[in-house]
C-alpha cells in the first residue's frame, strides 16, 4: 500500500479521493478524531431544522451523516475528485466545486485550512472574512490544527483569537484537544 499524497493542493485531494480505500483515508485523519471535529463543530453551529448549512471544504461530505432532520445542506471543494466522491456516497445531498453563493444559515469549516502546499494562514483570513461578509451567515465554526506536526500548518490560539475577533463581537475560541482549535463566530451572543 503506498501513502498518500497528503499535499494541500486540489489534484492531490482529488487523487486521494480516487485512490483511497476509504473516505477517512482520502481526507487524511483517523476515524475518532474526525468524528470528533464533526461534533464540535456541530455543538458549535447549533443547527436546527430550517437551518442552510455551508460545509466549507467538506471533502468527501461525511458532516452529512450527523447532520439533524431539516437541515438544508451544501458542500463545497476546491477537488473535483472529493466532489465527485461526495456526491457517489452521499447522493441526496448537494455538493459543488464552484465557489459556493447564497445565504447561509451556518458555516462549517472542518480542517480544510490545515495541510500546508498551496495554502498560506493569510489565505485562511482572507477566506474566512469573505465567507462572513457574503454569506450572512448567523454562526460560523471553524477547526483548526494547533500541533506540532511540521507537515500541518500550525496555528496559535492568539492569532486564531484575534482574527476571530476581527469578525464579530460574538468569538469563542476553545482548545478542546490537545491539538485542535475551535474557533466559533456569531452574529449573537454565544
Known amino acids: ?19 483511497c480505500e476509504t473516505s477517512l ?3 487524511g485523519w483517523t476515524a475518532a478524531s474526525q468524528l470528533a471535529r464533526f461534533q464540535a463543530v456541530l455543538d458549535a453551529l447549533e443547527p436546527r431544522a430550517g ?6 471544504g467538506c471533502g468527501t ?8 432532520e431539516g437541515v438544508t445542506y451544501l458542500g463545497y471543494d ?3 475528485g472529493m466532489v465527485a466522491r461526495a456526491r457517489a456516497e452521499h447522493a ?31 489565505h485562511t483570513w482572507h477566506t474566512l472574512r469573505h465567507l462572513w461578509d457574503t454569506t450572512g451567515c448567523r454562526r ?7 500541533g506540532n506536526d511540521e507537515r500541518c500548518l500550525q496555528y496559535t490560539e492568539h492569532e486564531v483569537a484575534s482574527h476571530g475577533a476581527s469578525l464579530s463581537y460574538y468569538a469563542r475560541l476553545e482548545r478542546w ?11 449573537e451572543p454565544l
Not at 460560523?140 to 494547533?146: E, H, P, R, V, W
Not at 484537544?177 to 452574529?187: A, C, G, I, P, Q
Request: net charge negative; glycine share 6%; charged share 20%.
Open 78 to 80: 476546491w477537488a473535483k
Open 25 to 27: 483515508e482520502a481526507v
Open 92 to 122: 441526496e445531498h448537494a455538493f459543488t466545486d464552484h465557489g459556493p453563493l447564497g445565504q447561509y444559515d451556518l458555516v462549517a469549516l472542518i480542517g480544510p485550512f490545515n495541510l500546508p502546499g498551496n495554502w498560506s494562514k493569510q
Open 51 to 56: 437551518d442552510r448549512l455551508l460545509d466549507y
Open 61 to 68: 461530505g461525511a458532516l452529512t451523516e450527523h447532520l439533524p
Open 140 to 146: 460560523l465554526a471553524l477547526s483548526l490544527y494547533a
Open 1 to 19: 500500500m503506498t501513502t498518500p499524497d497528503l499535499r494541500n493542493t486540489p489534484d492531490a485531494w482529488s487523487s486521494r479521493a480516487l485512490t
Open 177 to 187: 484537544r490537545h491539538n485542535d482549535l475551535l474557533l466559533t463566530v456569531s452574529r
